[in-house]
């Protein structure tokens, strides 16, 4: 990490709750890979973030091993990037009450994401789920990161993370580098199997809508067959062909190949042989991700001896942040 300081500071979070998808890996944490010799990256597990939504304590923990092991997994070289785990740096719960302090009661009743996850757990609609955003906001201003990777339904709390340092800096001086967004390259949007108008998500009531990193290559192969496609019976990506034009971006990001090549390549064979393909590429894309966690899980003394040596370095950098805000406030 030392010697990477002239490198522009990416970072990003995940939530460890419940299995990583086919549309995590694709969407952003295969980019965290490849970022990895470009930036100085700091990735977190963010824990802190699903408590929002009741779990049980045992699930929990065992997610939260899961998720980081199957992250370590794709490729997340420890070495080259910081990866902690959130609620392991007390720094983040400090600087989002300090933040808190500064963001408006308006800015987040506007957030979309709230409003659609209020409709979803109407029974818990807690005040955490409202103050996310400042958490989030916190997670990323600790680190003065100048690039955050985010999908185009993310952009919303970058803006308002961007706010609140720029309200924050005017008060006090420039105490937060302002964050800049982007939607990486190659960053696949996933939609669900069983119906592509939706993101993949693991709460799918329909387990044929979502794949999971873990799933066996028979599991995978049966989603795929089963995958929601159209009457028309031509692999062409066009308006109206949600499905099959999910099915043209899962294989486009797997194997490299164009839309144009693809549909050359299918031309005159029907949707099954197209799903097949479509399959068999994301069963080699995660066999040697699904090999790699198999050795990473059994080796628990390895996998805590990673997050803690993480830890205590995001706590040292987050610690600046978090001083220089304090004193900047008034605490003594």
């Known amino acids: 990490m030392e010697n990477q300081t002239k490198k522009e500071v990416v970072f990003s979070a995940i939530q460890p709750s419940g299995t990583i998808t086919l549309g995590n890996y694709l969407g952003a944490v295969r980019n965290w890979v490849t970022m990895q010799n470009e930036y100085n990256c700091i990735y977190a597990l963010a824990d802190l973030h699903t408590i929002t939504v009741r779990q049980t304590p045992a699930v929990m923990r065992k997610n939260i091993i899961d998720a980081y092991a199957s992250i370590m997994a794709c490729g997340i070289d420890v070495e080259k990037s910081l990866f902690f785990i959130q609620s392991h740096v007390h720094t983040h719960a400090e600087l989002a009450w300090a933040l808190s302090c500064y963001t408006q009661f308006g800015e987040l009743s506007r957030m979309t994401q ?122 062409r990506y066009a308006e109206g062909k949600d499905g099959v034009n999910n099915l043209m971006a899962i294989y486009s990001a797997v194997t490299g190949l164009s839309y144009e090549q693809i549909e050359r390549d299918f031309d005159g064979k029907g949707y099954g042989d197209f799903k097949t ?8 894309e995660l066999r040697p991700i699904r090999e790699r966690y198999e050795k990473l899980v059994a080796d628990k003394a390895y996998l805590e001896s990673c997050y803690r040596k993480a830890d205590e370095i995001a706590l040292k950098i987050s610690s600046r942040t978090m001083g220089k805000v304090m004193k900047k406030i008034g605490f003594i």
Do not use: W
Request: charged fraction near 25%.
């Open 277 to 284: 393909a479509v399959g068999e590429a994301v069963v080699e």
């Open 114 to 235: 709230f409003k659609d996850k209020s409709a979803k757990h109407a029974d818990n609609i807690n005040a955490g789920l409202f103050t996310y955003p400042v958490l989030m906001a916190a997670d990323i201003l600790l680190y003065q990161a100048d690039k955050v990777p985010v999908g185009a339904d993310q952009k919303q709390h970058i803006e308002i993370t961007r706010n609140i340092a720029e309200r924050f800096n005017g008060l006090y001086g420039n105490v937060f580098k302002i964050p800049d967004g982007f939607i990486p390259k190659n960053g696949a949007r996933v939609m669900s199997l069983q119906d592509p108008t939706r993101k993949m998500s693991k709460s799918d009531e329909n387990v044929n809508g979502c794949v999971h990193l873990l799933d066996t290559p028979e599991a995978i192969m049966k989603k795929f067959k089963r995958a929601v496609t159209d009457s028309e019976a031509k692999v």
